[in-house]
């Protein structure tokens, strides 16, 4: 069932937002937020929500949801959401769903959240900028870096489940790298399956008055065990996509086949 301090704070920032519809991406960052910076200022909320791919998703509401129950608010308190809820507004206005985001990934439950955050962002500029006539030896440092921190930040002992991937994600980005970044694309998607296979694990254990079949309805499957290993089957997929073009420098990419069962499951991360 939805709670009612969500709905309600969902409402304030859809009676205070001045522009055209909320998208959902932002309506889960900044109810969090509101959430959070309402409590800095004594109001006690407590939402249902959990940490995914990109931060923190919210239970959302559907035709068939239930009345939500009552806030259990004050005037009072009631006002002081409200008020945060223009104010949150007006930092999203002011900088970007990318910046909201960042500000979540602030409280993510491990570090490796924020390493990966920012090796996503670069790896996605490389990708919206890419030259294959200029050096990009820097970039591929800057990377390598990068790809570094996660690795050594990847909290192994508490999901020993995920060793092999990983393994699997390190040495498969690696040897993008090495291979000069001929495969933009690919670097980028290895990167993507593997969060989304971690994040999968994360969303099962980091998830705040929800039930598992409710997160699960959340990300729209039936199951967290087939769809780890669909995912996993896809980094496998692409390692050896990868592996294939290390020893036949005729191949431009991904092959066709793989290309046509890649996109619409990035698409669903």
């Excluded at 900044?30 to 791919?53: A, M, N, T």
């Excluded at 090796?119 to 490389?126: A, F, N, P, V």
């Excluded at 996109?263 to 669903?268: Q, V």
């Amino acid at each position: 069932m939805i709670d009612g301090q969500l709905s309600l704070i969902k409402e304030f920032l859809e009676e205070n937002h001045i522009y055209e519809d909320l998208p959902d991406k932002a309506i889960h960052k900044l109810s969090y937020l509101v959430v959070k910076h309402s409590q800095d200022r004594g109001v006690e909320l407590s939402i249902p929500y959990f940490w995914y791919r990109y931060g923190v998703l919210t239970q959302q509401t559907t035709s068939s949801t239930p009345e939500p129950p009552s806030p259990s608010l004050d005037s009072d308190e009631e006002k002081t959401v409200n008020n945060v809820a223009e104010m949150v507004l007006e930092k999203y206005y002011s900088s970007s769903l990318k910046e909201i985001t960042d500000l979540t990934y602030k409280d993510a439950p491990y570090e490796v959240f924020r390493h990966w955050r920012e090796l996503d962002k670069q790896i996605s500029r490389l990708r919206d900028n890419y030259n294959p006539f200029f050096d990009n030896t820097p970039i591929r440092e800057e990377i390598e870096d990068k790809i570094e921190r996660v690795y050594d930040s990847f909290p192994v002992s508490e999901f020993p489940q995920h060793e092999t991937d990983i393994a699997t994600w390190y040495f498969s980005m690696i040897r993008e790298l090495e291979m000069g970044l001929q495969n933009v694309e690919r670097i980028h998607d290895v990167n993507c399956v593997f969060w989304g296979i971690f994040t999968l694990s994360v969303s099962q254990k980091h998830r705040y008055n929800m039930t598992e079949e409710e997160v699960l309805q959340a990300l729209g499957i039936s199951s967290f065990e087939e769809e780890l290993e669909e995912r996993r089957s896809l980094l496998q997929r692409l390692e050896q996509d990868g592996l294939d073009d290390r020893f036949d420098d005729s191949s431009d990419g991904l092959s066709a086949t793989t290309d046509v069962v890649i996109e619409p499951i990035l698409e669903s991360l």
